[in-house]
T-cell receptor
Framework: EDKVVQSPLSLVVHEGDTVTLNCSYE??????LLWYKQEKKAPTFLFML????IEKKSGRLSSILDKKELSSILNITATQTGDSAIYLC????????????FGKGTLLTVNP | EADIYQTPRYLVIGTGKKITLECSQT?????MYWYQQDPGMELHLIHY???????EKGDLSSESTVSRIRTEHFPLTLESARPSHTSQYLC???????????FGPGTRLTVL
């Protein structure tokens, strides 16, 4: 059974801090790892990492995939209150399977 | 505009009622998914469809049923709601061989 574990489960920081969120996985046939940001309701897509694309960056957010350690990190620099959200990690185990297995998420709170 | 719509957004009903949660999309995507999410917990896949007249049960056992008669429509039905069905239900779509799933705004269901 595929498994995704995120840490920490919650984190409180001050505006301007840099944070690192962790995601580790155990899947039978890794194909891709995705990061989502969930504010009040629907998760919104941030990044997808695969064997051919192990590092992604968009503005203050960046993510790296470590296939050897079966893990990924999501970095947010110069945090803002608008970054407060649940950050979800999901993994696809490939083949003809398009399903995603999600972790519990990290609740990030950025205080002014 | 390409989007995913879910109705109702909030629903409070009594035990034993039959309900249908609607999900429709103008994304032009062939694959659709239903997830259940309790507070502080992972998204759990309960149903998915890779095309018209194709539906499968997900990893989390659910008493709900789904249908996919039209590409853009993927309703979820509970024949007899119970308090244990209280949760948030999220609909998602994806296209072709792409693994990124896009989410609708969700339906918050409360069964009294």
């Amino acid at each position: 059974e595929d498994k995704v574990v995120q840490s920490p489960l919650s984190l409180v920081v001050h505006e301007g801090d840099t944070v690192t969120l962790n995601c580790s996985y155990e899947v039978t046939n890794f194909r891709s790892l995705l990061w989502y940001k969930q504010e009040k309701k629907a998760p919104t897509f941030l990044f997808m990492l695969t064997s051919s694309g192990i590092e992604k960056k968009s503005g203050r957010l960046s993510s790296i995939l470590d296939k050897k350690e079966l893990s990924s990190i999501l970095n947010i620099t110069a945090t803002q209150t608008g970054d407060s959200a649940i950050y979800l990690c999901a993994v696809n185990s490939g083949g003809s399977n398009y399903k995603l297995t999600f972790g519990k998420g990290t609740l990030l709170t950025v205080n002014p | 505009e390409a989007d995913i719509y879910q109705t109702p957004r909030y629903l409070v009903i009594g035990t034993g009622k039959k309900i249908t949660l609607e999900c429709s999309q103008t994304m032009g995507h062939d694959k659709m998914y239903w997830y259940q999410q309790d507070p502080g917990m992972e998204l759990h896949l309960i149903h998915y469809s890779y095309g018209v007249n194709s539906t499968e049960k997900g990893d989390l056992s659910s008493e709900s049923t789904v249908s996919r008669i039209r590409t853009e429509h993927f309703p979820l039905t509970l024949e007899s709601a119970r308090p244990s069905h209280t949760s948030q239900y999220l609909c998602a779509t994806s296209s072709g061989s792409l693994l990124v799933q896009f989410f609708g705004p969700g339906t918050r269901l409360t069964v009294l």
